[in-house]
C-alpha cells in the first residue's frame, strides 16, 4: 500500500474543471491552429530555399566574371556553399611540359614568395591559359609569355578567377600556335597556414625545450594549386626544376637532388635542385628545416640495383627510426624483386613530421639526365618504434605504413590514375600490397589472415547501409574528391584486388586499361571489365546463400543418387531488407570441405550471375561445406541450418581443420 499524500487531496481541491462543450471546442482551436502555422511554414520553407538556390547562382556568374587588372589581387573565395555538380577539367589543348619554380619562404612573417615560369606546348590553336589556383596573391605586372620556340608570341591581356573550379582564366590578345613551345612567368605571393594543407608550418620542441617552426607540405589531393599556379589534375604530369631561397642555418628536402647551392649577396642561400621526372603536381613535396634539429640516418645501398634509401627527421628520434629504416629497405629489396621492374628512382627519403595530415604520403621525383631523388612524407607516429619499449602492435604499424608508401612508387607513382573517381586504383593495390610485403617481413604475424578482420569486415559494415557509394563514380565535385579517401576507396579496393588474384595469375591510367590489360592476360577467356563493373560501379556487396539437398534414397529403385547438390543463390546484403535493391554481381565461388581445401586453390572458379545455380558435389553427407576459401571473395555466406551445425561440431571438436579466416 502507497503511503497517503495530503498534497494529493489538496491538488484535487484546487482543480479547474470545464465544461465538455467548451473543451471541444477549444481543442478544435487548437487543431486549426496547428495546422495552419504547418503549411504556412512549409510554405515559406520551400520558397525561402528556391529563393536561396536563385541568390547562389546569380552571386556565382557574378564572381566567376570579375575582370583582374590591378596590380596585386588576391584570389581568396567568398561564395557560399559550392552546389553538388562535377567539377569542370582544365581543357588540353595546352600540354604541361616543365614547371621552374623558385620559392623563397619567409617563417618569420609566415609567408611565401613564387617565381614561376611554367613551360606548355600547343596542341590546338587558343588564347586562353587556364592553370588552378588557391588562395595566391599575383603580381599582374610580371604576367608574360617570355619564351616561345618560334616567332609567335601572344601579348597577356586580362584573367578572372572561377571560384568554384579554382580557375585562373588567362586571356592574351593573339592565339598559341599549334605545335609550339611557350613559357609564361608568374610571381605571386601567399601566407604559410598551421592547416595541414599544401605548404604549412609545423610546430616542434627542440632538444633545449624552444618551441621551433620549419616548412613542411602536403599536396594531395588538390593542395598544390595552393603553392603555384599549375594543372592541378592527376594525369596532367610534368617535370619540376625547384629552387629554393633560404636561410644558411636550414636544410630543404625536395622531390630532385640538390645539385649546387649559392650564397647571395644578401647571406641567404638559392639550393638548386636536379628536375624531376614526368610526374602529377600531388606528388610534390618540400621541406625547409633547421639544420640544429634535423638530419638524416645514413644511406643504405640496394647493390643489386644501384638504389638508396634512408630516412630522416629530428635529430632526437633517428634512434627511434631505425626500425622504420630497416623495413624501407626490406620492402624496397622485396618489391624490385616482386614486380620484377625496379624502382625509377636511385635513392629514396623517407621523413618523419611532428603532424601531418595523413598517415603518410608517398611523393616521388625523378630525372632523365641527373641525379634524382623520391621524398615520402610521414607522420612521426606512423614511423617511430622503440625496440625496448614498443609494442608489436606498434611494430606491425611502421611495417605497414612504411609499406604502403613505397608500393606507391609502382601504384600511383609510376602510374597514376586519370582522375580521381578512380583513386582506389592507386590506394586498393597499396593497401593490398603493403598485406604481401609485410608477410615478407615478418610471417609470424599472419597479415594475410588479418586482412579479413582488418580489412574486409571494416568497410562492410559501411558498405552494408543504403547510404553506400560505389568505389568508382562518374563524377566529382570538390568535396567528392575528398570524401573519396575513405575505408570503401582503401579498404573495399584492396579486397577487390586480392578477390581478383584468386582467377588471375598477374600499367595503366584508368581501370578500363587495367581491365583490357588484364582481359588479354588471360588470352580473352574472362572480361574483366564485364565482372569488374559490379564490384565498381555500385555499392554494396552480395550475401550468398548455400543449401544443400542431401543424398536420398530413392525409394523406386533403392538407389542411392550419387551427388548432393548445392543450390546456390545471392542477393545485395543490406542492414534494413526492406530497402528494395536490384543489383547483380559476377561472383567467384569456391567451396572446400574437410578433406579439399589443400586442392581449394587449384580448383576452377564457378562464377555466379544469375540468381539460381544449381552444383553437383561428391561431398559426403556428414561432411561440412565452406564457401569462399580464404575469404577471398567480398560476400558473406548463409549456409542451411544442417551444414552449419555440422561447422559448429567441427569447430568444437577440432578447430585446425578449418583455416583461421574462414
Not at 639550393?271 to 634535423?294: E, G, H, N, R
Not at 588484364?518 to 556487396?541: F, H, K
Request: proline share 5%; aromatic share 14%; charged share 20%.
Amino acid at each position: 500500500m502507497q503511503p497517503f499524500d495530503q498534497n494529493e487531496t489538496i491538488v484535487k481541491l484546487n482543480t479547474c474543471h470545464m465544461p465538455k462543450k467548451l473543451f471541444w471546442i477549444a481543442l478544435s482551436l487548437i487543431i486549426t491552429v496547428f495546422i495552419v502555422l504547418t503549411t504556412l511554414t512549409i510554405y515559406f520553407g520551400i520558397h525561402s530555399q528556391t529563393q536561396t538556390i536563385v541568390q547562389y547562382e546569380s552571386f556565382s556568374i557574378s564572381t566567376t566574371t570579375r575582370d583582374y587588372n590591378e596590380t596585386t589581387i588576391s584570389t581568396e573565395s567568398t561564395t557560399l556553399p559550392a552546389p553538388s555538380r562535377p567539377v569542370e577539367r582544365i581543357p588540353t589543348d595546352l600540354k604541361p611540359e616543365l614547371y621552374q619554380w623558385t620559392i623563397k619562404p619567409d617563417l618569420v612573417a609566415e609567408t611565401f614568395i613564387g617565381d614561376l615560369y611554367y613551360t606548355f606546348t600547343c596542341l590546338e590553336s587558343t588564347n586562353k591559359l587556364i592553370l588552378h589556383m588557391l588562395d595566391l596573391n599575383t603580381d599582374n605586372s610580371t604576367i608574360a609569355i617570355v619564351n616561345s620556340s618560334s616567332s609567335s608570341m601572344p601579348t597577356f591581356h586580362s584573367w578572372f578567377y572561377d571560384d568554384y573550379n579554382q580557375f585562373m582564366l588567362m586571356n592574351f590578345t593573339s592565339n598559341f600556335q599549334p605545335k609550339t613551345i611557350y613559357t609564361v612567368h608568374i610571381i605571386y605571393s601567399a601566407t604559410i597556414d598551421r592547416d595541414l594543407e599544401g605548404l604549412y608550418l609545423s610546430d616542434y620542441v627542440d632538444v633545449n625545450g624552444t618551441s621551433r617552426t620549419f616548412l613542411t607540405s602536403q599536396m594531395e589531393p588538390t593542395y598544390a594549386q595552393s603553392a603555384l599556379p599549375c594543372i592541378d589534375e592527376p594525369v596532367r604530369k610534368a617535370i619540376f626544376r625547384i629552387i629554393v631561397k633560404h636561410d644558411p642555418s636550414y636544410a630543404v628536402w625536395t622531390n630532385g637532388e640538390l645539385e649546387q647551392s649559392k650564397t647571395l649577396i644578401d647571406g641567404r642561400i638559392n639550393s638548386y635542385f636536379a628536375p624531376t621526372l614526368s610526374m602529377s603536381t600531388f606528388l610534390l613535396a618540400l621541406i625547409v628545416a633547421p639544420k640544429s634539429d634535423f638530419a638524416c640516418r645514413h644511406d643504405r645501398l640496394l647493390s643489386s640495383k644501384n638504389i638508396k634509401s634512408r630516412v630522416c627527421g629530428r635529430i632526437q628520434i633517428l634512434p627511434q627510426l631505425v626500425y622504420a629504416d630497416e623495413v624501407a629497405f626490406k620492402t624496397l629489396n622485396f618489391f624490385n624483386q616482386y614486380f620484377d621492374i625496379d624502382n625509377a628512382l636511385p635513392k629514396i627519403e623517407h621523413f618523419a613530421v611532428p603532424d601531418f595530415g595523413g598517415g603518410a604520403m608517398e611523393n616521388y621525383g625523378k630525372a632523365y639526365y641527373f641525379l634524382f631523388v623520391g621524398l615520402l612524407i610521414y607522420a612521426e607516429v606512423g614511423s617511430l618504434f622503440d625496440e625496448n619499449t614498443g609494442s608489436t602492435s606498434q611494430q606491425q604499424y611502421v611495417t605497414i605504413i612504411v609499406a604502403h608508401e613505397i608500393v606507391h612508387q609502382w601504384f600511383g607513382n609510376l602510374v597514376s590514375p586519370a582522375w580521381w573517381d578512380e583513386l582506389w586504383l592507386k590506394e586498393g593495390f597499396a593497401n593490398y600490397m603493403e598485406t604481401v610485403a609485410s608477410d615478407f617481413i615478418e610471417p609470424s604475424w599472419k597479415q594475410d589472415e588479418l586482412f579479413v578482420i582488418e580489412k574486409i569486415f571494416s568497410f562492410m559494415q559501411a558498405d552494408s547501409m543504403p547510404t553506400s557509394r560505389p568505389i568508382s563514380i562518374d563524377s566529382t565535385n570538390p568535396d567528392d574528391i575528398f570524401l573519396m579517401f575513405d575505408r570503401i576507396t582503401y579498404d573495399k579496393g584492396a579486397a577487390i584486388i586480392r578477390m581478383m588474384n584468386m582467377f588471375f595469375s598477374y600499367n595503366s591510367a584508368t581501370q578500363q586499361d587495367l581491365w583490357r590489360y588484364l582481359t588479354e592476360a588471360t588470352n580473352n577467356t574472362i572480361d574483366v571489365e564485364r565482372i569488374m563493373a559490379g564490384w565498381t560501379r555500385q555499392a554494396g556487396y552480395p550475401v550468398v546463400e548455400v543449401n544443400r539437398i542431401f543424398k536420398r534414397i530413392d525409394e523406386n529403385i533403392q538407389q542411392k543418387r550419387v551427388n548432393s547438390v548445392l543450390i546456390i543463390t545471392h542477393q545485395p546484403f543490406n542492414l534494413f531488407p526492406s530497402t528494395a535493391q536490384q543489383k547483380i554481381w559476377w561472383i567467384p565461388f569456391k567451396y572446400f570441405d574437410r578433406t579439399s581445401f589443400e586442392l581449394s586453390n587449384e580448383n576452377p572458379v564457378i562464377w555466379l550471375n544469375t540468381t539460381s545455380t544449381h552444383l553437383s558435389i561428391t561431398t559426403s553427407d556428414s561432411d561440412w561445406i565452406i564457401a569462399n576459401p580464404n575469404y577471398y571473395g567480398i560476400y558473406r555466406v548463409k549456409y542451411d541450418s544442417q551444414n552449419f551445425h555440422q561447422i559448429l561440431t567441427q569447430l568444437q571438436t577440432d578447430l585446425t581443420r578449418i583455416p583461421p579466416i574462414n
